[in-house]
């Protein structure tokens, strides 16, 4: 008791060093120097079919898209993993209203048309422009910041409006975008820098006292359950994870937005009932899915793990082998921003 008294009175301390460190990195750089050296910025178009935007969210690997209304000449939108699994979500919810009705066809008759399934159709019939509707959650208007502004800005800007990214653009062009700043490529300048290096030791702060609590609530589902189950918790809560746990509570895998991207892509959506473990199985191999932590490692851990952009989250499991949170890039970017920065 002494000694877990002892580090809640150095926490306060603690934070305001590497926080400090922090904010005065990332004030003495502009976004401009996070810029890839070649590449282009993928853009959708609103009217653009989902099947589209589904196949370049793939392609590209990405996480955030950009949507362009021809119409209004501008950038009106973001597109995002998260987006998808509400899209999902609702076209099974449309298509299950419009068979109780006894307005679509048989089940065996959607089978029959498509060896993808009625779901997957109508998915990717959507347009970008018809699903605006879905994301009442989310801030309204586009935030954007200019490549001029300090890193430092950018980075309230994600925190402030709990951004999956953050669009980067010309300040001389309303209509000009450059890049999507993610969280992650945040934590890798910042564990490239001198100063993380010159500093690490004010980065060895428990991950309990300085990133989990900036973590969302911990919500988990069993590898019996099915996909319908893992989805709903993934929208509702707006997570961007979810582990599955065997029956004994320990850590199975984890189900992430960005596998929901993978799952679509290759038509495992198109059964919300398939059960988490056949959908898992169905993933790409990848050693870097599931990686953990321990709520006693430290924030230095955390940032340099999470740098890498394979690496979409880590999962904290304490000494008894239970899971106590699901940590991501944008938790521990909050976590290094003062706390008056907040939304």
Not at 19 to 28: K, N, T
Not at 185 to 193: E, G, N, T, Y
Not at 210 to 223: A, E, G, N, Q
Request: proline letters at 6%.
């Amino acid at each position: 008791n002494t000694s877990t008294q002892a580090a809640a009175k150095q926490s306060p301390m603690a934070a305001a060093d590497y926080i400090s460190v922090c904010a005065s990195l990332l004030e003495a750089h502009e976004l401009f120097e996070l810029l890839p050296t070649h590449g282009k910025v993928v853009t959708l178009d609103a009217d653009l079919p989902m099947k589209h935007a589904l196949a370049a969210l793939a392609s590209h690997a990405a996480a955030c898209l950009p949507v362009w209304d021809s119409a209004q000449q501008r950038f009106v939108d973001i597109f995002s993993c998260a987006d998808l699994v509400d899209i999902v979500i609702y076209t099974h919810r449309a298509l299950s209203a419009c068979d109780s009705t006894g307005r679509a066809v048989s089940a065996v008759g959607r089978a029959e048309s498509s060896g993808r399934g009625e779901a997957q159709h109508a998915l990717e019939r959507c347009q970008l422009r018809d699903l605006h509707g879905l994301k009442r959650s989310k801030p309204s208007g586009f935030v954007m910041a200019s490549v001029d502004d300090s890193m430092y800005h950018g980075c309230v800007l994600l925190k402030q409006h709990r951004l999956d990214c953050l669009p980067l653009g010309d300040a001389s062009c309303s209509s000009s975008l450059l890049h999507l700043l993610a969280p992650e490529q945040v934590l890798a300048f910042l564990a490239a820098s001198n100063e993380f290096q010159q500093f690490n030791e004010r980065f060895v702060v428990s991950l309990v006292d300085s990133v989990i609590p900036h973590c969302r609530p911990l919500r988990t589902v069993t590898r019996g359950g099915t996909l319908a189950d893992a989805l709903a918790i993934l929208s509702a809560e707006r997570l961007p994870a979810v582990p599955v746990l065997e029956p004994t509570g320990s850590l199975f895998d984890v189900l992430s937005s960005r596998d929901v991207r993978e799952l679509a892509a290759l038509t495992q959506t198109n059964d919300p009932t398939i059960l988490l473990e056949d959908c898992l199985r169905s993933l790409p191999p990848s050693r870097l899915r599931v990686h953990s932590v321990s709520p006693s490692d430290t924030l230095a851990t955390a940032i340099a793990r999470l740098a890498n952009p394979q690496v979409a989250q880590l999962v904290c499991v304490d000494e008894q082998g239970g899971v106590c949170s699901v940590i991501t890039a944008w938790a521990v970017l909050a976590a290094i921003l003062p706390p008056h920065t907040e939304g």
